[in-house]
T-cell receptor, first 117, second 118 residues
Framework: AQKITQTQPGMFVQEKEAVTLDCTYD???????LFWYKQPSSGEMIFLIY??????QNATEGRYSLNFQKARKSANLVISASQLGDSAMYFC??????????????FGKGTKLSVKP | NAGVTQTPKFQVLKTGQSMTLQCAQD?????MSWYRQDPGMGLRLIHY???????DQGEVPNGYNVSRSTTEDFPLRLLSAAPSQTSVYFC?????????????????FGEGSWLTVV
């Protein structure tokens, strides 16, 4: 079974608008972390934001926020005020402390975001 | 991506040739891993290491070899390249996820290696 599910292969958003990228996960490990990475066309993996399973508040980093709903096993990325430079592939990933993934990142298949001027 | 050096950035191989992708980190990280990225598949784990002398297989290990003789280096070897190994390869390193109450966000990626097997 997929451990990380990103149901939106591609999305469009108008410049300056907010957009939500969906991510659901599956784990029985009580200790885990959720990550979002951005991959522009140049190919590098850029870390955006992190949420720990024990964190009480939703993570925020500038224009990025993570809508963490633990009971629903959901970790959606919200980008506010989209910019043309936000056009990229976005990956959700999970790292379990003690689960079967042995501390390695498990990635979703990604969402390609296109920002329209 | 300061701290993780991955080489080469681009490589074209002929079917059957062998090569080694190099990965080095200078942060004294215990964990190192190799991923491959194919269109529509996200990143998939090939091999990983939790410390010098310790390696294990990930999701897609066939056709690849690794070793970890030092903490700093984790090379990935393609013994006999096949067109199915055409992909983008990423090396990553981090501290153990068990060093804090929750897995930390100290995961560093190399810049990627674009490999084409013809």
């Amino acid at each position: 079974a997929q451990k990380i599910t990103q149901t939106q292969p591609g999305m469009f958003v108008q410049e300056k608008e907010a957009v939500t990228l969906d991510c659901t996960y599956d784990t029985s490990d009580p200790s885990y972390g959720l990550f979002w990475y951005k991959q522009p066309s140049s190919g590098e993996m850029i870390f955006l934001i992190y949420q720990g399973s024990y964190d009480q508040q939703n993570a925020t980093e500038g224009r990025y926020s993570l809508n963490f709903q633990k009971a629903r096993k959901s970790a959606n990325l919200v980008i506010s005020a989209s910019q043309l430079g936000d056009s990229a592939m976005y990956f959700c990933a999970m790292r379990e402390a003690y689960g079967g993934s042995q501390g390695n990142l498990i990635f979703g298949k990604g969402t390609k975001l296109s920002v329209k001027p | 991506n300061a701290g993780v050096t991955q080489t080469p950035k681009f490589q074209v191989l002929k079917t059957g040739q062998s090569m080694t992708l190099q990965c080095a980190q200078d942060m004294n990280h215990e964990y190192m891993s190799w991923y491959r990225q194919d269109p529509g598949m996200g990143l998939r784990l090939i091999h990983y290491s939790v410390g010098a002398g310790i390696t294990d297989q990930g999701e897609v290990p066939n056709g690849y070899n690794v070793s970890r003789s030092t903490t700093e280096d984790f090379p990935l070897r393609l013994l006999s390249a096949a067109p199915s190994q055409t992909s983008v390869y990423f090396c990553a390193s981090s501290y153990s996820p068990r060093t804090s109450s929750t897995p930390g966000n100290t995961i560093y990626f190399g810049e990627g290696s674009w490999l084409t097997v013809v």
